[in-house]
């Protein structure tokens, strides 16, 4: 499976934005998705993760309350909505497929990253 991660950009504090992952190859229907975050410097880290059904969902504390995971299997496309979005979510966000968890290694398949730059 192969993933194309957009959406990222550069916005203010206090703004929004929404990320796309879109999968090809074979359907991701019956994998679980999560969105990673890489600030520079620094490891990548968890943000959010949803199951095959979009039944369950998990986020990190970090952005729980402002950030929404969602999917579309029939579209074979995951999103992440942000919002109230700060300076500290600068980062380069990677979507990623397998299983619903909250390590790396619990994913099989990943995008290429999107970069999101927040302003103060």
């Known amino acids: 499976v192969q993933l194309q991660a957009s959406g990222g950009g550069l916005v203010q504090a206090g703004g929004s934005l929404r990320l796309s992952c879109a999968a090809s190859?074979?359907?991701?229907?019956?994998?679980?998705m999560g969105w990673f975050r890489q600030a520079p410097g620094k490891e990548r880290e968890f943000v959010a993760t949803i199951n095959w059904t979009g039944g369950s969902t998990y986020y990190a504390d970090s952005v729980k309350g402002r950030f929404t995971i969602s999917r579309d299997n029939a579209k074979n496309t995951v999103f992440l909505q942000m919002n109230s979005l700060k300076p500290e979510d600068t980062a380069v966000y990677y979507c990623a497929g397998g299983n619903y968890g909250t390590v790396n290694s619990d994913y099989d398949y990943w995008g290429q990253g999107t970069l999101v730059t927040v302003s103060s």
């Open positions: 190859g074979r359907t991701f229907s019956n994998d679980g």
